[in-house]
């Protein structure tokens, strides 16, 4: 296939997936059917070659998140907002150009496509209004999206000056030759991807734009948004080859955004802004062991920051789209006022379990394969003070995870007073919740097979062995710790048919 038709396919495949999603109708059902057909059809692009492995394995992340932030939206926007503005249209558009962001076959589709999503989270994190969203926005906008600009600008020249602009633009990215390059333009180029993923000292646009947003933007920016950046250094270094201290560079300040992520979470009282600060410290994370991977290359610290990538992108996608229920219930997001959600929310809340079961690691969810492969890799890393920083980095990830943890899970399965209201949530929502909930365990099976881990093929039988311990731990939780929280605060508070 040539340059010029695979680009074709490509547009025409975005230009119908945002057409579908800009149809308007009162009917859940077809909304929900014309959103699935929307989302899924780039996958049409891999009969006809148009994607790469890089592509297709962040594809394989971010195509089921967005479609179902976006069927999830469906009812968040008319139990928020009662669908006054573009919320449903906003989203969708941006969780697609996202999507066609990792399957764009060249730069200029790339930059085009990015660019898209740049404005449309701008419009998401202003979505609200206000002073305090404006800012957001704005920091979002003008950090974030202006040194996107700067470093797609450097790569251009860097690639015009060796292939001519109209080669740079189009060619596709694995026929692009290796180009080296000095630290100064190396800066230029990684700038806009690492404040993409909020690494300090570029990262203040992150706490403001997830908690201000409304919660399914706040799910995409987190879950996908931030591993756009990861996605970008990957693609980049592909073909330009950076100097080594350019990647130390990025070890270190990424060693520093995982501890200040990690300590300050423990500060925060707002549910969405301790999820913020928990994405930092996690893209941190990541940027250790992708900066890693640059300076000692291997197969199994590659696998390690894309099974990271993927669980922190399942289970924070997941925690802010559960916050638009909290809020649409309870109508507060302070901690210390939520509690006995389960008793609410029973489906929800079994999704909020098993994605904790993620962040904690336990078997067999992909968070548990993350951290492991994580640790395997370091101890086998040929630079000892390297190998140190990653595992202390690692441990220090694991032991704030469980607080944290805990603390998501006490809001829905610790028994307290309820101070607000109680409403009903459909099953709708509910449903969608526990789907994206029960894809970390999905994922952590698939693994397995789909990267051929034979080193790991033992933990096969453990996971297998582990799925009926988490079917006993679901028996624990929905049918004794919910049923007591109900007699606690009284049947008539609960619909009958939970």
């Known amino acids: 296939m040539t340059t010029v038709t695979g680009m074709i396919i490509y547009i025409f495949f975005f230009i119908v997936s945002m057409l579908i999603i800009m ?9 929900t059917l014309l959103r699935i057909i929307a989302y899924l059809l780039p996958l049409v ?17 971010s195509l089921p998140i967005s479609m179902l932030v976006g069927l999830y939206n469906l009812w968040y926007s008319e139990a928020k907002y009662r669908n006054e503005g573009n919320l449903r249209e906003l989203i969708d558009v941006f969780g697609l150009s996202i999507n066609y962001s990792f399957a764009a076959p060249n730069l200029v589709l790339l930059i085009s496509v990015w660019t898209i999503s740049e404005i449309t989270g701008f419009l998401l994190v202003c979505y609200e209004g206000g002073d305090e969203a404006l800012r957001a926005g704005y920091r979002f906008f003008f950090l974030k999206g202006m040194t996107f600009e700067l470093s797609a600008l450097t790569v251009l020249i860097v690639l015009a000056h060796r292939i001519g602009l109209i080669n740079a633009l189009i060619t596709s990215f694995n026929e692009i030759p290796s180009i080296n390059v000095d630290l100064l333009l190396s800066v230029l180029i990684v700038i806009g991807f690492i404040t993409t993923s909020a690494i300090v000292p570029l990262h203040f646009w992150l706490p403001h734009a997830h908690s201000i947003a409304p919660s399914t933007a706040s799910a995409l920016l987190s879950g996908l948004t931030v591993k756009m950046g990861f996605y970008g250094l990957l693609r ?33 009282h707002d549910i969405k802004r301790m999820l913020a600060y928990s994405t930092m410290g996690n893209t941190g994370l990541i940027g250790v062991l992708l900066s890693i991977n640059m300076l000692y290359p291997s197969p199994l610290m590659f696998y390690s920051v894309i099974i990271n990538i993927y669980a922190h992108a399942l289970y924070k996608s997941m ?3 559960n916050t638009g229920t909290i809020i649409v219930l309870a109508k507060t ?12 929310t029973p489906y929800s809340s079994l999704g909020v379990l098993f994605t904790v079961l993620s962040i904690f690691g336990v078997p067999p969810t992909v968070g548990f394969l993350g951290k492991l492969l994580a640790i395997i890799a370091l101890l086998n890393v040929n630079n000892t003070y390297l190998a140190i920083i990653g595992l202390v980095l690692v441990a220090y990830s694991i032991l704030i995870s469980i607080v944290y943890g805990f603390t998501i ?14 409403m009903e949530i459909p099953l709708y929502p509910q449903f969608i919740e ?4 029960i894809l970390g365990i999905i994922y952590g099976i698939l693994v397995l097979l789909v990267f051929n881990l034979k080193a790991l093929g033992m933990l096969l039988l453990v996971n297998l062995f582990s799925l009926f311990i988490i079917v006993a731990l679901v028996s624990i939780f929905y049918y004794n710790i919910r049923m007591r929280i109900i007699r606690s605060l009284g049947e008539e508070l609960v619909s009958p048919r939970h």
């Open 236 to 268: 980049i270094a592909g073909f330009i080859v950076f100097p080594d201290n350019l990647w130390y560079g990025v070890l270190i300040l990424s060693g520093i955004t995982t501890v200040y992520g990690f300590t300050v979470l423990l500060t925060q």
């Open 45 to 61: 692009g891999i009969l006809y070659g148009l994607y790469d492995e890089l592509s297709l394995l962040f594809l394989g992340v």
């Open 23 to 31: 149809f308007k109708h009162k009917n859940m059902y077809l909304l």
């Open 434 to 437: 526990l789907l994206l909930g």
């Open 409 to 422: 899970l006490s809001v829905h399965w610790k028994y307290s007073s309820i101070r607000f209201k109680p």
């Open 319 to 321: 925690l802010f789209m």
């Open 333 to 344: 997001r302070i901690l210390n006022e939520l509690g006995s959600l389960a008793a609410f």
